[in-house]
């Protein structure tokens, strides 16, 4: 309270010196401006005055910046105009006024810039309007008019290319678009350099460089930077601008871990900015000197330093620096055991923090409250405030990876600007010569020209030859997929006929029989893509003709509907039809519409998680029915409604996994067509899909195109094969010590062929999505999780990050399966935790190979703490997350240490956790149940005790927790061989 009160004293000791000097100077310069004649004289007086009353009378400030304005006019003073427009313009803004701020820049600007040709002058004015476009919030026109005066500055005093980048550089710093910012600083220092100008402004720049470097942690070249600018600045005799250097240098030792340095460094800028009276400079100083104390253990002088710093942060009325200020000395209380006054302290803070959105403020307030709250033992708080910090810290890391993308993508553009630029140029040098070559040499002129027809010719030729060889790639291409379809109905037919006469057995085994099924049906998938690939070459070539018959429609979309039946009740999705259709024949041909509508829904089911599917189907003309397939299912971009029905396109999506080469739609169009009719496509993402199909089904329609109409096609049951997939109904008993794989997989026959693989070693869960395996994994804590990257509801990825981030789980092995070939997704998955990458197909023996080593590798690991169960657990923790669950743990031990009835049941609801949760990541990690874990700990703190020089073992059974000494010394013994009372001995 001493120093705070000498604060005050010494802020009111100045501020009553300044204003008694100020008042001085401001009567002599009005008694100046009275008794001299000449106006440009009179205009530098009134910017004196304007200096004298910006910070404490605006409407006087602004009366002289009027009268300067209007005196530098009228003597043609082009300095004054520009200086009093700017002054005029600051003070609107400081209002709030920025549209008539920007108003009159803009319209002075104009004055200056074509009257006068006044380069200063236009400089500081334009620099100006992209200030007030800074302030005003609308930070891209601030980007975008100092772009267009980078432009304009090219061929003109290089100053403005200086400044014009300097302030580019501080407009990206402010938005931490650390690249580009870095970009257009380094862009100034090399002008500066090439044109050997040495001044405050491109030392600023390369001051600016090295903090830039000093945020993208690249601490070794931003002190080779802030070494330049400290020679260029010593060489000058810049006091003051050194001192907020050093700033800057303090705060890159304290990043360095080299406190005593930082120290040195702050405490001297304290020093000169108290005594300057540079609150905010003082404020930043005193920032860092707080930390470098704190960080060095100098907890006495931390303390001085906190209560200083909220002061300034008072004066300054921020209360985002007023949060970190509050929170700051919150955090000293707690570390000196002040425990009420740092929650009275943290309240503060968050008061504050209502008004603030700086996520850093937040973060390290809600870091500080956990923190303060464990200590207190409020541990629903204490959670609460961990889990805000994490969310915060994973909302600041999803902004500084949107901040890093955009920020690529502007330095992308700012130099592919400059190549633009650089290539004009060259082109117009080109264009002159090309000019003068005219003139000079028609005869070469006209050479040129026919050379350029030459070329163009050439090109022509050249396109068409392209063309043509393309058209012929294409047809070997669909040649090549005839040939490959044509080669795979033998092997096919050799798997699929002796599998059927095995399953027609009534003898096989429901283990094989479950096998050989996935087998039969993922050949019949296989059978029906040879069979599209075969149709489409077909269709290409001209060779495929309807089959046209009579057939009743009703009953043989109801058959085919009936066929998905089986799959809609596995998915969950309600599958329903509506026929409007007369009982009568009509014609078509029966096998192409069942081609066709076999896509159309099996799309629909494909890309629909939960809701429903629908069939409809009415006459719309005498000669025309429409059949439309409707889905609540992830819907299709713009982008992907153009391209659905071309060949060999997939829809890329992130929810499901777009399974196919991409013909089954482009093939269905091309039917459609052949019945004279179309398919149409209406959707819209997270909406769903509607497929619609027309097609002729009048017997003269067919007729007049010289079709032969065949005979009655009676559709029955035989005619279409089931769409059956297996439900494994069994119910999972789980027990603690059992081990235990989550399997997380949306293709029911894949899942089932993991679940065959993995059930006779270890219990086996199941899920056919992320957000269900989120659920199993958090509840039943398993031993290792399978899972696939593309699926339903949550994908892999999503899946993996939530593991990985959950206290409760992120120790668990994760196992990632994916059809993507593509090594980007392996490494993203393997930055996100990921322990091992698998890509299909995958044999079972490595499959299994590979889960046995990494559960090898936890046993291990629980081997090497059942030989010395005091190793430190935070060694066992896989992340940071993980390391999170052992400060934890630990602190929760230490606080209940003396507590004999803390037993299993308490310590889970400490860690806020179920018992079977807590039980399972302890046995996990340490192979030891809770109870042993926390009697192991006990006797790791009894035996330090012992060392500590603690003589009386009773004394220590009963600070451990222990009720009984007799039986301490009897577990004590069993673990180190001796009795406690010859330990030390």
Known sequence: MHKYALVLIWIICINTLSVTAQSSRIDSLIIELGLSKNDTTRAIICKNLWHSYINTDLDSAMHYAHLGLKLSEASNYPRGISDHTVYIAFIESRKGNHKRALNRLKKSLYKVKNEYDFVSGELFMSNWIANIYRESGQLDSAAHYLNLMLQESRGRHFLNAIEVNASLGQLYQQQHFYRSALLHYQRADSICQMNDVDNNSCTLCIANVGVVLMKIKDYENALKYFERATKQYESRNEIYLLNELDIAKANLEWHRDSFATSIILADKTVKYFRKDSSILNWAQALRVLLKAHMDSGQLEKAGDDVIELIQLYHILNDSTKLTYAYTSYANWLNLTESYQLAEENIRKAKQLASGTDDILARQFLNKVSAGIYSSVKNYDDAYNAQSEFIKVTNEYRNKSNERLIKDIEISYDVKNKDQEIRLLNVSNDLMMQKQNIQKRLMWGGLVVFLLVMSILYYLYLLKQNTNQKLKEIDK??????????????????????????????????????????????????????????????????GEIELNIRPSNLKTHLKIISASFESMASVKGIQFNTALSLPDEYVYYDPKKLESILYNLLSNAFKFTSEGEVSLTARIIAPEKVELQVKDTGIGLSEEDQQNIFKRYFRVSSEKVDAEGIGIGLALASELAKLHMGSISLSSQLGVGSVFTLELTISRQAYENTGLSIGSVYVPNDSNMKTIEIPINTGVISLHEDDQVILLVEDNVDMRRYLEDIFSGVYQVLSAENGEKGLQLADELIPDLIISDLMMPVMDGMAFLKAIKTNQKTSHIPFVMLTADHREEAKLEGLQYGADDFMTKPFSSAEIQLKVQNLIEVRKQLRAKYKEDRFVDPEVLAANDIDEQFWVRLEHVVRANLDNAHFHAADFARAMYMSRMQLHRKLK?????????????????????????GNPSVADVAYAVGFTSPSFFSKCFKEVFGVPPNEYVR
């Not at 033998?490 to 096989?508: F, H, Q, R």
């Not at 099924?517 to 149709?535: F, G, P």
């Not at 990690?925 to 035996?943: D, V």
């Open 924 to 948: 996990a990690t340490t192979n030891l149940s809770t109870s042993i874990f926390l009697r192991s700990q006990r006797l790791k703190a009894a035996a330090q005790m012992l060392r500590d």
């Open 476 to 541: 070997l291409k669909s040649r090549l997929f005839a040939d490959i379809s044509h080669e795979f109905r033998t092997p096919l037919t050799l798997i699929k006929g002796p599998i059927e006469m095995i399953l027609e057995k009534g003898d096989v085994p429901i283990e094989l029989r479950n096998q050989l099924s996935i087998v039969d049906r993922n050949t019949n998938k296989l059978n029906r893509l040879v069979d599209s690939i075969n149709d489409l070459t077909l269709l290409q070539s």
